[in-house]
């Protein structure tokens, strides 16, 4: 439990926005290394030199100071390859799955509690675009806090103060559930009450100390 001991106080002050990430809470992540290992294997790439090019691009690519084409040509398409962009661009595209429960929960506290709900987010724009759209995440988020989009990037934590102003609602009336430890401690530093997501049963629980109860429950 992050935030506020005791649960009786969690309800004193009403939650009315709800500061998310995406990648690990709402959808699989959309280009983690996990994805690049399936790529490197799918695609006869070499693993070492892909990774280690990747490692020198992606802040800048998640930074929206790279386009996706730029990105590959450094990454992936340094040399020629057997197999065309558009082909590789869709791999990546499909690595990017929902995690139903999370954006069911979602939709339905916004629903019931009328809350803001801001997305702040390590996101590469052009997935970033194809995610927002392909799982319907425009028809529940509010605004988009993306590192490409403001190019600020966690775990800066500019881009929390950004969030924070753009919301323009009371530090103490927002919850941020996010899968990374870190950034979860940096929210907190600034008086953000934060819940480490791990599992949406254990993110109910904590959800519904905060006053946000789920109808379901925790089955």
């Given at each position: 439990?992050?935030?506020?001991?005791?649960?009786?106080?969690?309800?004193?002050?009403?939650?009315?926005?709800?500061?998310?990430?995406?990648?690990?809470?709402?959808?699989?992540?959309?280009?983690?290394?996990?994805?690049?290992?399936?790529?490197?294997?799918?695609?006869?790439?070499?693993?070492?030199?892909?990774?280690?090019?990747?490692?020198?691009?992606?802040?800048?690519?998640?930074?929206?100071?790279?386009?996706?084409?730029?990105?590959?040509?450094?990454?992936?398409?340094?040399?020629?390859?057997?197999?065309?962009?558009?082909?590789?661009?869709?791999?990546?595209?499909?690595?990017?799955?929902?995690?139903?429960?999370?954006?069911?929960?979602?939709?339905?506290?916004?629903?019931?509690?009328?809350?803001?709900?801001?997305?702040?987010?390590?996101?590469?724009?052009?997935?970033?675009?194809?995610?927002?759209?392909?799982?319907?995440?425009?028809?529940?988020?509010?605004?988009?806090?993306?590192?490409?989009?403001?190019?600020?990037?966690?775990?800066?934590?500019?881009?929390?103060?950004?969030?924070?102003?753009?919301?323009?609602?009371?530090?103490?009336?927002?919850?941020?559930?996010?899968?990374?430890?870190?950034?979860?401690?940096?929210?907190?530093?600034?008086?953000?009450?934060?819940?480490?997501?791990?599992?949406?049963?254990?993110?109910?629980a904590e959800l519904a100390l905060f006053g946000l109860q789920n109808d379901r429950g925790l089955i």
């Open positions: 439990m992050h935030g506020v001991d005791d649960g009786s106080m969690k309800k004193t002050i009403p939650i009315t926005t709800l500061f998310l990430d995406i990648g690990g809470v709402l959808l699989t992540d959309g280009w983690d290394h996990h994805a690049r290992k399936r790529a490197a294997t799918d695609f006869n790439l070499e693993w070492d030199e892909m990774e280690s090019r990747h490692r020198l691009n992606f802040s800048t690519y998640e930074e929206g100071k790279l386009t996706l084409e730029e990105y590959l040509n450094r990454t992936v398409f340094y040399e020629e390859r057997s197999f065309t962009r558009d082909t590789f661009r869709e791999f990546m595209y499909a690595q990017s799955q929902p995690f139903p429960e999370m954006t069911a929960l979602i939709r339905k506290l916004k629903t019931k509690y009328g809350l803001k709900i801001v997305v702040v987010s390590n996101e590469a724009r052009e997935l970033n675009s194809h995610r927002i759209q392909k799982f319907k995440l425009i028809e529940f988020v509010d605004c988009f806090i993306s590192s490409s989009f403001v190019h600020l990037r966690k775990p800066d934590i500019d881009i929390f103060r950004l969030a924070l102003d753009i919301a323009q609602t009371p530090v103490e009336q927002i919850v941020y559930i996010e899968n990374t430890s870190m950034f979860v401690q940096i929210a907190e530093s600034l008086g953000i009450k934060s819940i480490l997501h791990t599992d949406y049963i254990s993110t109910c």
